[in-house]
């Protein structure tokens, strides 16, 4: 089982990987839902923390998840910026002003994803037959790409799952729909039945080392997504305490 700590600055970075947390999602403006984060905070995060995962937020503004042409396109090179300076995956998501999920932004994203995919297996194989066989030994890797909270405000949840899995994402942040995931856990467990092992369910909204054990009880999933934070001087920032008693329960 794994926890992914949301960290919205450096300092929640560092508290994480004190918790134990083996996978972050790293992001800006908590106060917002989360935005891209800086680079320089990502840079930083990924030279002190070479074997820690770090999937990186790609969202250019608050509000709706409904994009323009102009910001599908600025958060495509947020994509490859992010992907260049060492994220092992993204975290994205896009509707439809109906609720459906966004079929053709996210498709130019994970375009991005695989052809950054394609140029690190030229750049390690040199050449055609060098590079399948990098890809068939693995050692070039497609990084993680999961659809975030928008799926929440999906007008058709089991739609969205299925076009989720069609194009490619390898897991869904989701609170089931509700407020917290602890709402949510009908929806989640039936959206982990439905998926049967297509594509992750990460529940998410909420969560506390009071409430972990039973939403995993009553989901059946095996990942969970925390913020783990606090707040301090005005700002959220994530606890190693919650962190490593959150992370406990995974055990």
Known sequence: ??????????????????????????????????????????????RQY?????????????????????????????????????????VVGALTPSGDVDLPALQRWMGVVDDWMLAKGFEAGGCHSCMDAYFFQGLVKRPSVTFHRAFDACREPFRALEDLI?????????SGQAPTALEGTALLKELRRKADG???????????????RAILEATGCTELHASASIKKEGRKVTSAALVSAINAILQ
């Open 1 to 46: 089982m794994i926890l992914e700590a949301c960290c919205g600055n450096l300092e929640s970075v560092h508290a994480a990987v004190t918790g134990g947390a083996p996978r972050i999602e790293l992001c800006s403006a908590l106060e917002l839902d989360g935005l891209t984060p800086s680079w320089d905070v990502l840079q930083k995060a990924r």
């Open 50 to 90: 070479p074997s820690l995962v770090i999937h990186v937020l790609i969202r250019s503004r608050a509000g709706d998840f409904c994009y323009s042409a102009e910001e599908v396109s600025e958060m495509a090179a947020q994509i490859e910026k992010a992907l260049e300076l060492g994220a092992d995956g993204i």
């Open 198 to 212: 297509r594509i992750g369910i990460l529940p998410g909204g909420g969560i506390t080392p009071e409430n972990a």
């Open 166 to 174: 069609g194009a490619g994402c390898n897991r869904i942040l989701t």
